[in-house]
């Protein structure tokens, strides 16, 4: 099998080492041996052991009947999508690690690849080298999947964990996070939750059979944490976490992207550190983690070769995805019911005024007080949090 990878990034590269480092394994498990023919990218790599292999046209990898799989790991929608597009209408099978791309485009992807006898999969977009997309298109498809909660965002969740273990400050966790590589220059992406979001509309959209836009996703990330609120958790036995959530409720779905302070209990609060974990609850399976390491060079390109490897052993065979492009309408954020725990300047009498009976939590920082409400909706919170001075609130989980 001839493959052509486009993009020589991170994990393009990453790919061809996998592919390298565990060939005859790979070959022995898809049949034959699996060959890098090209490598599409804008750059030449001059000493590259692959430096002849590189090609700057795409068209190249389109017009040459050899290739029968092409890896897409350039990031971004355009102009990955029309580059994959015609791939897979010129007959070639395609995965990508491209969580932009799959969010936006997947049902559309998937479409095209059926009508062209190929397959567009895309297990890296999701949970990096944690395999969670073929689990849901495989083995949990006998289950009506009601939950899915899962820490999608290794650099938020290195970030939070230094933050909890040195009561260090959110922009000196950000500068180490930088520095270590963990977060882009730019890190908007992950500290605002967006990638998160993303990767929760790709599983939602999965569950559900049907397009789910992140945009229509409430997403908040965590720019808001300070340490102050380690403190609370703290004394509270609880650990403040990144979650993007998907929940069945009635025909729709209930989605969000924001930090809990979840109990010692919750299957979710000991996963530090760049790691992920992903909950999902079934109606017949009941509860299963996926837990792994969620970026990453190898662990991502694991993926995407896992992908190809599929692939191989289903040439001219399109496994069929449910992914349907018609739009689902989420339930409204505000009628999502959470309990919250809840920092303010206000008085008791004002808190009470407010919120009726809550449970204080002592924390011994001055000049403010912390309480855990009931369970309410968004909506209820909002009006009675106008009532306060609020300083600042975390979903319990």
Same mark, same amino acid.
């Given at each position: 099998?001839k493959?052509?990878?486009?993009?020589?990034?991170?994990?393009?590269?990453?790919?061809?080492?996998?592919?390298?480092? #565990?060939?005859?394994?790979?070959?022995?498990?898809?049949?034959?041996?699996?060959?890098?023919?090209?490598?599409?990218?804008?750059?030449?790599?001059?000493?590259?052991?692959?430096?002849?292999?590189?090609?700057?046209?795409?068209?190249?990898?389109?017009?040459?009947?050899?290739?029968?799989?092409?890896?897409?790991?350039?990031?971004?929608?355009?102009p990955?999508?029309?580059?994959?597009?015609?791939?897979?209408?010129?007959?070639?099978?395609?995965?990508?690690? #491209?969580?932009?791309?799959?969010?936006?485009?997947?049902?559309?992807?998937?479409?095209?690849?059926?009508?062209?006898?190929?397959?567009?999969?895309?297990?890296?977009?999701? %949970?990096g080298?944690?395999?969670?997309?073929?689990?849901?298109?495989?083995?949990?498809?006998?289950?009506?999947?009601?939950?899915?909660?899962?820490?999608?965002?290794?650099?938020?969740?290195?970030?939070?964990?230094?933050?909890?273990?040195?009561?260090?400050?959110?922009?000196?966790?950000?500068?180490?996070?930088?520095?270590?590589?963990?977060?882009?220059?730019?890190?908007?992406?992950?500290?605002?939750?967006?990638? !998160?979001?993303?990767?929760?509309?790709?599983?939602?959209?999965?569950?559900?059979?049907?397009?789910?836009?992140?945009?229509?996703?409430?997403?908040?990330?965590?720019? %808001?944490?300070?340490?102050?609120?380690?403190?609370?958790?703290?004394?509270?036995?609880?650990?403040?976490?990144?979650?993007?959530?998907?929940?069945?409720? %009635?025909?729709?779905?209930?989605?969000?992207?924001?930090?809990?302070?979840?109990?010692?209990?919750? !299957?979710?609060?000991?996963? #530090?550190?760049?790691?992920?974990?992903?909950?999902?609850?079934?109606?017949?399976?009941?509860?299963?983690?996926?837990?792994?390491?969620g970026?990453?060079?190898?662990?991502?390109?694991?993926?995407?070769v896992?992908?190809?490897?599929d692939?191989v052993?289903?040439?001219?065979?399109?496994?069929?995805?449910?992914?349907?492009?018609e739009?689902?309408?989420?339930?409204?954020?505000?009628?999502?019911?959470?309990?919250?725990?809840?920092?303010?300047?206000?008085?008791?009498?004002?808190?009470?005024?407010?919120?009726?009976?809550?449970?204080?939590?002592?924390?011994g920082?001055?000049?403010?007080?912390?309480?855990?409400?009931?369970?309410?909706?968004? %909506?209820?919170?909002e009006?009675?949090?106008?009532?306060?001075?609020?300083?600042?609130?975390?979903?319990?989980?």
């Amino acid at each position: 099998m001839k493959i052509a990878v486009m993009g020589y990034g991170t994990i393009g590269s990453g790919v061809v080492e996998v592919l390298r480092i #565990n060939k005859d394994k790979i070959a022995q498990r898809a049949g034959e041996p699996v060959d890098v023919k090209y490598i599409l990218d804008l750059r030449d790599f001059p000493g590259d052991p692959m430096e002849q292999k590189i090609v700057h046209d795409y068209q190249t990898i389109v017009n040459d009947p050899e290739i029968g799989i092409v890896v897409e790991t350039m990031g971004g929608v355009e102009p990955a999508y029309t580059f994959v597009r015609a791939m897979l209408e010129a007959g070639k099978q395609v995965t990508t690690s #491209n969580k932009n791309l799959v969010a936006a485009k997947g049902a559309e992807l998937i479409r095209i690849a059926r009508e062209h006898g190929v397959n567009f999969q895309f297990e890296a977009s999701v %949970g990096g080298g944690i395999p969670i997309i073929r689990p849901l298109n495989k083995c949990l498809t006998a289950d009506e999947i009601e939950e899915i909660t899962g820490i999608l965002n290794g650099t938020t969740n290195y970030m939070l964990t230094k933050m909890a273990n040195e009561g260090a400050d959110f922009d000196e966790v950000l500068k180490d996070a930088q520095d270590k590589g963990y977060a882009e220059k730019d890190p908007t992406a992950d500290i605002e939750g967006h990638d !998160p979001c993303r990767k929760i509309a790709i599983l939602t959209s999965l569950v559900c059979g049907q397009q789910v836009d992140y945009e229509d996703i409430h997403c908040e990330g965590i720019t %808001g944490i300070t340490a102050t609120d380690f403190k609370y958790a703290k004394v509270m036995g609880r650990s403040i976490k990144l979650l993007a959530m998907s929940r069945k409720v %009635g025909d729709s779905y209930s989605c969000m992207v924001a930090p809990f302070m979840l109990d010692a209990s919750h !299957p979710l609060c000991g996963v #530090n550190d760049v790691f992920n974990g992903i909950f999902v609850h079934g109606n017949v399976l009941g509860d299963a983690m996926f837990y792994g390491s969620g970026a990453g060079k190898l662990p991502t390109a694991s993926a995407v070769v896992a992908d190809v490897v599929d692939m191989v052993k289903h040439t001219h065979v399109n496994i069929y995805i449910n992914w349907k492009p018609e739009k689902i309408t989420l339930v409204d954020y505000k009628d999502s019911v959470n309990r919250f725990f809840v920092r303010t300047t206000s008085d008791r009498a004002a808190v009470e005024k407010a919120f009726g009976q809550v449970s204080y939590v002592e924390a011994g920082v001055s000049g403010e007080r912390g309480f855990t409400t009931d369970a309410m909706t968004e %909506g209820q919170f909002e009006e009675k949090a106008a009532q306060i001075a609020l300083v600042n609130r975390i979903r319990l989980g």
